[in-house]
């Protein structure tokens, strides 16, 4: 399995951009912290709309975005609260509010609508149902497996498993859904942030600090790798066979290939 890099945009609009979610039907989403928006893009980086904020908020304040279904979740550090949004940017309701000192840094969302929260400050997941009641807690401050050091991504398999970005521990993990620590990368990696799974399984991740992309597989064996210097990569996410990676310094959009060797 290789990375391809292919088509780098650079979208005149960018300010501080810090989290990519796409999916079918060419969505692609970008939040932007510095313009305090969140808007679709077209596959040539330029905006079709943008969110509308709460009825009590002038704008948002982006940390993270997923897309779910027909649904885009937003981690919103104004309204200190995971928002729920159409993928037509309408407001629908808000989901969970975080005290200051819970806030996450990420989110993720599975098949059934659990929702997988990232709190570097306190170096936990935290995981809710469906239903928005908390179903678990894991990690705790340490470098032994299972504990964490400011995570600061996540993502989640097809079957409900729980991959973090390990940050401080320059690593990943996997757990099971249920919280139990199942595996961890080796040291390649030097800042993981963003991560996402793609459709085969494969697990990608932006290292900000190597200034990479880096592909791992099911196994979590790492793979892969591509140098965006002196891009940072920020965040990723998946659309079938393209990779779209969030950068700044410079602010760019980079589409690439995942391409698979049989």
Sequence with gaps: MTVDSTIVLAPPHFVQPIAVAAGSLGRLFVADAGQGSIVRLDAHGRILFEFEPPSDQAR?????????????????????????????????????????????????????????????????????????????????????????????????????????????????????????????TSDSLRAPRGIAVGTAGDVLVADSERRSVHLFDPTGAHRAWCSLAPATPLDVATQGDTLWVLCAEPNALVRMRVLRED
């Design 60 to 184: 948002l304040q982006p940390l993270d975005l997923e897309l779910t279904g027909f649904q885009v979740y937003v981690l919103d550090q104004l309204a200190r609260a995971t928002l729920r949004y159409s993928d037509q940017g309408a407001y629908l309701d808000l989901l969970q509010s975080f005290d200051t000192a819970e806030m996450p840094r990420a989110l993720a969302v599975d098949g059934t609508g659990r929702v997988v929260l990232a709190i570097p400050a306190q170096h936990q997941i935290r995981v809710l149902d469906e239903s928005q009641r908390d179903e678990s807690v894991f990690g705790g401050f340490g470098s032994r497996p299972g504990q964490l050091v400011r995570p600061s991504g996540v993502a989640c398999t097809a079957r409900g498993a729980i991959w973090v970005a390990d940050t401080g521990n320059r690593r990943l993990q996997r757990f099971a859904a249920v919280g139990n620590f199942e595996r961890a």
